[in-house]
């Protein structure tokens, strides 16, 4: 968000009400400054889109979500809704460590590297800056399935919030395993099914050529598969924006979702409706 609105986040992230209503008067003395004429006139500026405009990370930051809004009055904010519980479900693994204790102790091991002091990267003193990239790598290891077990729990809530579910499996398979990152049945028997890209692009406006190469694989599987939902989550709003703009062509009968976001914002689903485009 923009310095204007950080003493609005701050006021909010101090508060513990489940909702909290504010008149524009009391917005206006918190930030110190009139609000702008749209924030009178258009539901849109008031519109739960965390990073499309400076002032939403005011509220979605601090945990909270415009309810309603009486335009010159007031503004309701509650409580996110959604509340993600990072439970240690079994995973098959070789070893007995689980994905949570792992990252927590990577994490703990790069707090400490950082600590012990990193070297100034000046070109002058090779050795130094060579041995301190080295234990760094080492230490983190392959974030990428850090990140991507941590995202299927956004995927878990994701579909529990929509479908009627007995349980959830995303979680207890292995990272990086063969075959679809999500195969769910729900209680009606309808099967729903989805691949996770945790992927930022290369290219300033596009996927890197080998991201494109797998995505188009991932489509493809989607499609070949019989299915009664198909989904393509990312967690990148950039993915996100960029599979809109110049894959929806691939993606005809495919929902994309943008993680964490559509657990509370509907622009963050997409449907690409094979006869009429984006829906």
Not at 116 to 139: A, C, M, V
Not at 159 to 168: E, H, Q, T, Y
Request: proline content about 3%; aromatic content about 12%; overall charge neutral.
């Amino acid at each position: 968000m923009g310095d204007k609105y950080l003493p609005l986040y701050q006021y909010l992230a101090n508060r513990n009400d489940a909702t909290v209503m504010l008149d524009f008067e009391k917005i206006e003395s918190i930030i110190g400054c009139k609000l702008p004429n749209s924030a009178y006139q258009h539901p849109a500026w008031w519109a739960n889109q965390k990073k499309r405009h400076s002032q939403t990370g005011a509220w979605m930051d601090a945990g909270y979500f415009v309810q309603s809004v009486s335009f010159g009055k007031t503004v309701t904010f509650v409580k996110e809704a959604v509340s993600i519980q990072l439970t240690k479900k079994n995973v098959s693994e070789t070893n007995t460590q689980h994905p949570m204790d792992k990252i927590a102790l990577k994490v703990s091991a790069l707090k400490t590297i950082v600590i012990e002091g990193t070297p100034k990267f000046d070109g002058e003193n090779l050795d130094e800056q060579f041995h301190f990239i080295r234990k760094l790598s080492r230490t983190i290891g392959n974030i990428s399935n850090d990140l991507s077990y941590l995202s299927c729990h956004y995927i878990e809530a994701f579909l529990n919030k929509n479908f009627k579910m007995d349980s959830c499996s995303v979680l207890t398979k292995a990272q990086g395993a063969a075959g679809l990152d999500v195969d769910e049945i729900t209680v009606d028997g309808q099967r729903i099914i989805g691949e996770l890209k945790t992927t930022y692009p290369y290219a300033e406006y596009d996927l890197g050529a080998a991201q494109k190469t797998n995505f188009k694989k991932d489509f493809e599987r989607l499609k070949t598969v019989q299915a009664d939902f198909k989904y393509f989550f990312v967690i990148e709003e950039k993915t996100f924006e960029i599979l809109k703009e110049k894959y929806r062509h691939l993606l005809q009968g495919i929902t994309l979702v943008l993680l964490p976001d559509a657990l509370d914002d509907y622009n963050a689903v997409v449907l690409i409706n094979e006869q009429e485009g984006i829906k």
